[in-house]
């Protein structure tokens, strides 16, 4: 079955051995034997191409879920032992991993010692998507998004500053943000720009010419530049994201948070491991917060 996902995934039987760690004809004979234990054919093969037959494409959901729960089974095992061992692969959108997990590192190391945590960082639905597939074993998301049957631990609300170029006029209201034209935000994709237009609930939109940004890092740029002006969350500016750029920043009370979460299968077996690393995180961020306000 993993020969025949990573041939799915792959489309080539030289890439999938590579996958899998054996030899092409190790790879090709499992393929084969495989199929004629079913006695059906499941991959098309020409010199040139590789391709699935519709029989194939759904054992291979079928595999996937399978060597899921299989997985499942080895992990609530482990769990049993000591589920504060192992490798954990802890996925992170990026308006929020860079600006709260390098902070909170050391103390995740401290608590866990015999944790090993791999991070990656992607957009919402695929960090949703890794989770569901058994890729990911947590994530860490901002809400309101839609994550189905996955548990969620809710740790912070994450406000918004307006941040605009020095000596820029302040809008008056929430309409003033977008009736200059110069309100800019991340492309879609990115929650942080659906969130951000949610601050104001049909208050603001974003115009269909404004500028998109990839990242948070070239919208401060922009900014700075005095090319308009944007929202940027709490989390950010509080890691420091503006540094010494010419930017004002004003806080915004009265705008709707996004919530920071972590999220993980339903029925996992380290239910525990993922509530004290939700708590270590949350400490981090207060932490932060504290030591914000002072400055």
Not at 141 to 152: D, S
Not at 209 to 235: H, K, Q, R, W, Y
Not at 249 to 275: I, M, N, Q
Request: aromatic residues 6%.
């Amino acid at each position: 079955m993993r020969y025949l996902i990573a041939v799915a995934d792959t489309l080539s039987f030289s890439r999938a051995a590579e996958l899998c760690f054996v030899t092409q004809p190790t790879l090709s004979a499992g393929i084969k034997e495989l199929e004629d234990r079913l006695g059906v054919q499941l991959i098309e093969r020409t010199r040139r191409s590789v391709l699935m037959t519709p029989l194939g494409e759904e054992l291979t959901e079928r595999a996937r879920e399978l060597l899921l729960g299989a997985a499942e089974i080895e992990a609530v095992a482990q769990a049993h032992k000591n589920p504060f061992e192992g490798d954990l692969k802890l996925g992170s959108i990026p308006t929020i991993g860079p600006y709260l997990l390098p902070r909170a590192l050391p103390a995740i190391r401290n608590a866990f010692p015999d944790l090993r945590v791999y991070l990656r960082e992607e957009m919402t639905e695929a960090l949703i998507d890794g989770l569901k597939a058994g890729r990911l074993d947590l994530v860490l998301i901002a809400l309101p998004f839609e994550t189905g049957a996955l548990e969620t631990m809710t740790l912070f609300d994450d406000g918004y500053q307006l941040a605009s170029p020095a000596g820029w006029p302040l809008p008056h209201g929430a309409e003033e943000l977008t009736e200059s034209g110069q309100l800019m935000l991340l492309e879609k994709g990115h929650c942080l720009q659906r969130h951000a237009l949610e601050a104001y609930p049909g208050r603001i939109a974003a115009s269909e010419d404004s500028f998109a940004a990839t990242s948070l890092t070239t919208l401060i740029a922009m900014v700075s530049e005095g090319l308009g002006i944007t929202l940027l969350p709490n989390l950010a500016i509080q890691a420091g994201v503006v540094g010494n750029t010419q930017i004002q920043l004003t806080p915004l009370p009265d705008a709707c948070p996004r919530r920071v979460a972590l999220a993980w299968r339903a029925g996992s077996a380290r239910v525990e491991v993922f509530k004290k690393l939700g708590g270590l995180l949350l400490e981090e961020h207060k932490r932060a917060s504290r030591s914000g306000t002072n400055e």
